[in-house]
């Protein structure tokens, strides 16, 4: 969950978007949900674009299949997610047990029956415009990983900045708005997604509002859908947040959720509220599968750091690097102590990685370098630090590469500040 994210090629996803608007007409302006389940001989051009269909699930049962339009749910006309899921929910709520949906498979109409409840299919909303928007949020959450220090060589032909492209998606949302080409529950979504974390505090607290009307107006099941599959997926933690809470009043026992809320909350340094998350899970003893247990040390660490309890911190992170051996935990606890100067506790962290991860060891030297310097450096062996880190003194963009790998623990910085002080010197 922690490591490093490999940055993606929005340019395939895109592509395919381009595909599946080759198989159907471009969309009409959205009608309003409700009538009967009618029986047009032509396909529509809206609705959700089903994209897969797990395998033994309902969906797959009534022959459903990747690339079909969705486009009617019983007696609801389908153009957006959310009134898919407010579809969905209504008949749930019902006596009915089954209900029949209305599909275009090219210009092909079918009208399965399928049972009530969630059916087993991953889908986007079948727009062009939506497209187009979603083409440009790809392209910010790739150039949001791309570090620092490569954005003026690797990238220095392709490299826009976020903000450059978030105001272009925001211009994108205000046409849209304009020409009636997208649902107010679209704009309603895409106008909170395209917020970044750390956007202007009159852009965060516009959307606070945008998602207290989410969550006012939009069915439950469609809010921790977009607070699960697209918030915090896509790392807009502070959304994440408010979809995970608001959910967690109506199934308070909800373990994913109430993890991934520590998490988030980690992210966005509220070190109190995801400490309470992992507590919650661990002291109602929730039935916590092995990766559970995982996530909650980890949630648990890493709010300890937060907090400067770094005796703490060590021991989640010792025991979730028990169940894991994932670089990030044993990472941690050398981060954690160096920060004490307990030279014996980081030196026992770097045998054991590597032992286990010998590859990645080698690979990450000049990591381990340098928070042991710093540790040296807590204790006033400047001396012994100094010499540790003399050797990548020619090290390309040692900087940069350090303070993307130590940056990411509460406190991380210092290590980097440690050792341009200690060059300098």
Same mark, same amino acid.
């Given at each position: 969950?922690?490591?490093?994210?490999?940055?993606?090629?929005?340019?395939?996803?895109?592509?395919?978007?381009?595909?599946?608007?080759?198989?159907?007409?471009?969309? $009409?302006?959205?009608?309003?949900?409700?009538?009967?389940?009618? #029986? #047009?001989?032509?396909?529509?051009?809206?609705?959700?674009?089903?994209?897969?269909?797990?395998?033994?699930?309902? $969906?797959?049962? $009534?022959?459903?299949?990747?690339?079909?339009?969705?486009?009617?749910?019983?007696?609801?006309?389908?153009?957006?997610?959310?009134?898919?899921? $407010?579809?969905?929910?209504?008949?749930?709520?019902?006596?009915?047990?089954?209900?029949?949906?209305?599909?275009?498979?090219?210009?092909?109409?079918?009208?399965?029956?399928?049972?009530?409840?969630?059916?087993?299919?991953?889908?986007?909303?079948?727009?062009?415009?939506?497209?187009?928007?979603? #083409?440009?949020?790809?392209?910010?959450?790739?150039?949001?990983?791309?570090?620092?220090?490569?954005?003026?060589?690797?990238? +220095?032909?392709?490299?826009?900045?976020?903000?450059?492209?978030?105001?272009?998606?925001?211009?994108?949302?205000?046409?849209?708005?304009?020409?009636?080409?997208?649902?107010?529950?679209?704009?309603?979504?895409?106008?909170?997604?395209?917020?970044? *974390?750390?956007?202007?505090?009159?852009?965060?607290?516009?959307?606070?509002?945008?998602?207290?009307?989410?969550?006012?107006?939009?069915?439950?099941? %469609?809010?921790?859908?977009?607070?699960?599959?697209?918030?915090?997926? +896509?790392?807009? %933690?502070?959304?994440?947040?408010?979809?995970?809470?608001?959910?967690?009043?109506?199934?308070?026992?909800?373990?994913?959720?109430?993890?991934?809320?520590?998490?988030?909350?980690?992210?966005?340094?509220?070190?109190?509220?995801?400490?309470?998350?992992?507590?919650?899970?661990?002291?109602? +003893?929730?039935?916590?599968?092995?990766?559970?247990?995982?996530?909650?040390?980890?949630?648990?660490?890493?709010?300890?750091?937060?907090?400067? *309890?770094?005796?703490?911190?060590?021991? %989640?992170?010792?025991?979730?690097?028990?169940?894991?051996?994932?670089?990030?935990?044993?990472?941690?606890?050398?981060?954690?102590?160096?920060?004490?100067?307990?030279?014996?506790?980081?030196?026992?962290?770097?045998?054991?990685?590597?032992?286990?991860?010998?590859?990645?060891?080698?690979?990450?030297?000049?990591?381990?370098?340098?928070?042991?310097?710093?540790?040296?450096?807590?204790?006033?062996?400047?001396?012994?630090?100094?010499?540790?880190?003399?050797?990548?003194?020619?090290?390309?963009?040692?900087?940069?590469?350090?303070?993307?790998?130590?940056?990411?623990?509460?406190?991380?910085?210092?290590?980097?500040?440690?050792?341009?002080?200690?060059?300098? *010197?």
């Amino acid at each position: 969950m922690f490591n490093c994210i490999k940055i993606l090629r929005f340019e395939v996803t895109l592509l395919f978007w381009l595909l599946a608007l080759a198989c159907t007409p471009l969309l $009409a302006q959205p009608a309003q949900v409700g009538g009967s389940l009618g #029986s #047009s001989d032509r396909n529509p051009g809206k609705g959700v674009r089903i994209l897969k269909v797990d395998q033994g699930s309902p $969906a797959e049962r $009534a022959g459903l299949q990747p690339m079909d339009l969705l486009t009617r749910y019983g007696e609801f006309e389908i153009v957006d997610h959310a009134n898919f899921f $407010a579809a969905r929910d209504a008949y749930e709520k019902s006596p009915e047990t089954s209900v029949q949906v209305v599909i275009w498979r090219g210009n092909t109409r079918l009208a399965p029956t399928v049972p009530t409840g969630r059916l087993g299919i991953d889908t986007n909303e079948y727009n062009p415009v939506s497209y187009q928007f979603d #083409s440009l949020m790809q392209h910010i959450n790739v150039t949001l990983e791309i570090p620092e220090y490569m954005r003026d060589r690797e990238f +220095k032909d392709s490299y826009t900045s976020p903000e450059k492209l978030v105001k272009e998606a925001r211009a994108l949302l205000d046409r849209a708005a304009e020409a009636g080409t997208l649902t107010p529950a679209q704009l309603l979504v895409a106008r909170i997604y395209v917020t970044l *974390d750390d956007a202007p505090p009159e852009d965060l607290k516009k959307q606070s509002e945008l998602l207290a009307q989410l969550c006012s107006t939009q069915p439950d099941s %469609y809010i921790i859908y977009l607070g699960q599959d697209l918030f915090f997926e +896509k790392k807009r %933690y502070r959304a994440a947040i408010e979809c995970f809470k608001h959910y967690l009043r109506i199934d308070p026992s909800d373990v994913s959720i109430r993890l991934n809320l520590g998490v988030a909350c980690y992210h966005q340094g509220m070190f109190d509220e995801a400490d309470a998350a992992a507590d919650y899970v661990l002291d109602n +003893k929730l039935g916590l599968s092995e990766h559970g247990f995982l996530v909650a040390y980890q949630v648990k660490a890493v709010a300890a750091l937060g907090h400067r *309890d770094y005796l703490k911190s060590i021991f %989640y992170a010792e025991k979730s690097f028990e169940l894991n051996r994932c670089t990030f935990d044993v990472s941690l606890v050398q981060f954690a102590a160096a920060q004490i100067g307990d030279l014996e506790k980081l030196d026992d962290a770097s045998r054991k990685f590597r032992q286990v991860l010998p590859a990645e060891y080698e690979k990450r030297k000049y990591q381990v370098d340098a928070v042991k310097a710093f540790a040296l450096a807590k204790i006033n062996q400047r001396d012994q630090a100094r010499q540790l880190i003399l050797k990548w003194k020619d090290a390309d963009r040692i900087e940069g590469k350090l303070n993307r790998y130590w940056g990411v623990y509460p406190g991380g910085s210092d290590v980097v500040k440690s050792w341009k002080k200690l060059m300098k *010197d």
